[in-house]
């Protein structure tokens, strides 16, 4: 089971260079509230409950983040923990295979620590069900044998807090929704944030990078950190490779054209995708099994890392009957509707 109390969590197993970008993903990573750009209205009610939770000695109430992939989650995990000053246990939730694993993970914690258990729409059933009781009582039931024969006994467990995290609520039941006392959505971030981000990735990792540069950065990178701290070091790696290592506006402009990386943030996947809705389902509406197949993708990268952000600029529209290409999308690869909305031929 990959559980980790610390933010990077590669495993020992992975090729050198993705351990590299591991770490150096994990060394960006803010260890503090203060230090979090963005979410003001997050932020300001994380520091109220944190010092509420202080001030009462006891634990804080159970956390759900929400919000797409790299837009602070396992972050703000890991800030909460050390806000509270408590240790931090990291789980995958698909890894909790069995309530064994999850007794394992909760006899663990100490008073007031943080189990973080990501992806926690995954959980098994089983396993969720026995996750109730944790989370409400502080206790795990457990049975051991069969019928007559069977012996049940409970364990206590100190009282803990639980951050999970998730890209979509409405992946998660109603009864593991309505256990969380404290609901964290995580937005896109804007340029400005952004930009903020970026600079303070460049001096950790001593870039020389001017603020034109940090901007055109940041207005590409779909309002999300982890997209913004990736395009930076790979930015850094033109600049240092083809002139001089500081990664001045040109340079950066360079870069994302070399990364094909357009104006919106799109990259090629984004741009694949609108294409398929567009020359191969003539725009909509289109299943999103079909476009899985299509595309070769998985079902959930699509949903959950590529709709989003096209959904929230106004490149894509949802309907009961399916994904439909926007007039923006057109617009954008430049190309010509052939079909009305009603699928009639033009
Ligand atoms: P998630 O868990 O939502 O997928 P992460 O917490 O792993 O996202 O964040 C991805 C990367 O983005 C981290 O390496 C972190 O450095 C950076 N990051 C995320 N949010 C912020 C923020 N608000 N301020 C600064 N850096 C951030």
Redesign the pocket.
Known sequence: MPISSS?TDPSPLAPTAERTEALE??S???TRLR?????PALVENLEVYVKAALARGGALDHVL?F????????????ILAQELRKEITVAHAPAIEHKGQLAALLTKLGPGDVLFI?EIHRLSAVVEENLYTAMEDFRIDMVQGDGPMATAWTIPLSPFTLVG?TTRTGLLTGPMLSRFGIDAR?DY?SPD?LA??VK??ATILDVRLTDPAAMEIARRARG???I??RLLRRARDFAEVLGDGTLDHDAAKEALARLEVDEAGLDELNRRFLRVIIETYGGGPVGIEALAATLSEPRDTLEDVIEPFLLQQGFLARTARGRLATDRAYEHLALKRTRGPQGQLF
């Open positions: 933010p993903e994990a960006l990573r803010p230090d979090f750009v963005g979410q983040l919000g797409p992939p790299g837009l602070g989650k396992t972050t703000l995990a890991f990501d995290a995580l971030y944030s903020r981000i303070r990735s999300t950190p982890r913004a701290n």
